[in-house]
C-alpha cells in the first residue's frame, strides 16, 4: 500500500502548496511535483494515518482538495479497467468500503481537460462494474474514493473524508456568469461568500456596504443581488451597466485608501489592486475604528514566495486587531476565481 498525500492547485502555484504544508505540518518526507498537483510522501506511514483522520482542506489556503493516496499504478494503454479493479478489491477489504462516491478526476490544465472526456466514459464503465462486485456508491459510507489520472498512463488511487474535503469534483465550484453583471470579478465575490463566510454571516436584506474599488461595478453587484439596499461604490472610475444608475449604488469618485464612511456599515470588500501590505493595514483599520463589522477582501501576491508574503499580511492584521483588544476570525483561500491573489474573510467575535 502506497501512503501519499496528492494536493490539488492551480497551475504555478505548487510550490505554495510545499511552503504552506512545510510551516504547518512538520513531517519528514519527500515531494514530487506535477502541473497542477503536488505529492508528498511521508517518511512515516504513521503521519499518512494521522492527518488523515486530522487535516482538514478548508483550513488551508493553496490547495483546491487533499487526497490520500493509497495506489499508484501505471496503466496499459489497452485495458486500465483491470489493474484498477484488483487495486479497489484490496483496498476495499483495508477499508471497509463501499465508498460513499466514486470521483474521476485530472489536473486543471490544457493537457488535463483532455481528459476529461475519457474520465466521462470510463467512470460510467467503473461504476457498471462496482455495481457487480457489490462496491457501488453508498451515501452512509465515511470515505468517497478518488482516482486522478495527471494522464491516461498513470493514475492515483485515494480518499477523502466526505466532512473534511471539499465538496466539488477537482476541488472546484462550478459558478455561472450572470448575464448583466459588470465583470467576470464578481465570480470571486460569489465563490468567497460560498466558501470563507459560515450560513449565519451571510448577508442579509437591508444591510449596507462599501466596496472598495468598486468599477466596473462586479462586487457592487452581487452585493446587490445578496439584499444590501445601500451601497458606497468607491472609486475614480466609471461604473458600467445596471451599478451604473441602480438606486441602491452611490459611487463616490474618491480615493480607496481615503474614503470613510459617515456611519458604520455591516460589509466592507474590497478588491482593489495594491501591494498587500497596504491593504492588510487598510483592513485592519476600518475594523479597529469600528467602520464595518466583517469585510471580505484581496492580497495580489508576488510571483515568488506567495506564502511569506500573506503571513506578513496576516500579521499586520492580527498586530493591528490584537493590540486594539479585538477578537477576530479571519479565512483565507486561494479561490478558483482568484489570479494571482488569495481572498479574505474577516470579522470581529464578540468575547
Avoid at 489556503?61 to 493516496?69: E, G, N
Avoid at 467602520?291 to 498586530?319: G, S, V, Y
Wanted: glycine residues 6%; hydrophobic residues 40%.
Amino acid at each position: 500500500m502506497t501512503h501519499a498525500i496528492l494536493f490539488y492547485c492551480r497551475p504555478g502555484f505548487e510550490a505554495d502548496v510545499e511552503a504552506e504544508f512545510s510551516f504547518k505540518a512538520d513531517i519528514p518526507g519527500k515531494w514530487e511535483t506535477g502541473q497542477g498537483f503536488c505529492i508528498f510522501l511521508p517518511k512515516r506511514p504513521a503521519d499518512w494515518d494521522k492527518l488523515y483522520r486530522t487535516l482538514e482542506c478548508g483550513d488551508w489556503v493553496f490547495p483546491r482538495q487533499i487526497i490520500f493516496v493509497a495506489e499508484m499504478l501505471d496503466l496499459p494503454p489497452k485495458d486500465r479497467l483491470t489493474p484498477i479493479l484488483t487495486a479497489l478489491d484490496q483496498l476495499h477489504e483495508a477499508h471497509k468500503g463501499p465508498w460513499r462516491d466514486v470521483w474521476i478526476e485530472y489536473p486543471d490544465t490544457n493537457d488535463g481537460k483532455e481528459i476529461s472526456s475519457f474520465s466521462r466514459k470510463f467512470g460510467a464503465l467503473l461504476d457498471a462494474k462496482l455495481a457487480t462486485k457489490g462496491l457501488a456508491s453508498d451515501a452512509s459510507a465515511k470515505a468517497r474514493l478518488h482516482l486522478f489520472f495527471p494522464n491516461l498512463e498513470r493514475v492515483y488511487i485515494g480518499f477523502t473524508r466526505p466532512d473534511f474535503s471539499v465538496n466539488w469534483p477537482l476541488g472546484i465550484p462550478r459558478l455561472r456568469m450572470p448575464t448583466d453583471a459588470p465583470s467576470r470579478s464578481t465570480l470571486k465575490l460569489a465563490e468567497a461568500f460560498m466558501i470563507l463566510v459560515p450560513e449565519s454571516a451571510q448577508v442579509k436584506p437591508g444591510m449596507s456596504a462599501v466596496d472598495l474599488g468598486a468599477a466596473p461595478g462586479g462586487w457592487t453587484w452581487q452585493m446587490v443581488s445578496r439584499g444590501c439596499t445601500k451601497i458606497f461604490a468607491i472609486d475614480n472610475g466609471p461604473m458600467k451597466g445596471s451599478m451604473a444608475i441602480h438606486p441602491s449604488v452611490k459611487h463616490l469618485r474618491e480615493d480607496g485608501f481615503r474614503y470613510r464612511p459617515k456611519s458604520p456599515v455591516d460589509w466592507l470588500v474590497c478588491d482593489m489592486v495594491e501591494q498587500p501590505a497596504r491593504i492588510a493595514a487598510l483592513i485592519s483599520d476600518w475594523l479597529v475604528k469600528g467602520h464595518a463589522r466583517q469585510a471580505i477582501f484581496n492580497f495580489k501576491l508576488p510571483m515568488k514566495k506567495r506564502w511569506n508574503e500573506l503571513q506578513r499580511c496576516l500579521d499586520i492584521i492580527d498586530d493591528a486587531l490584537d493590540g486594539a483588544g479585538i477578537r477576530y476570525q479571519i479565512r483565507a483561500r486561494h479561490l478558483y476565481h482568484d489570479r494571482e491573489e488569495v481572498t479574505c474573510y474577516l470579522t470581529k467575535i464578540k468575547r
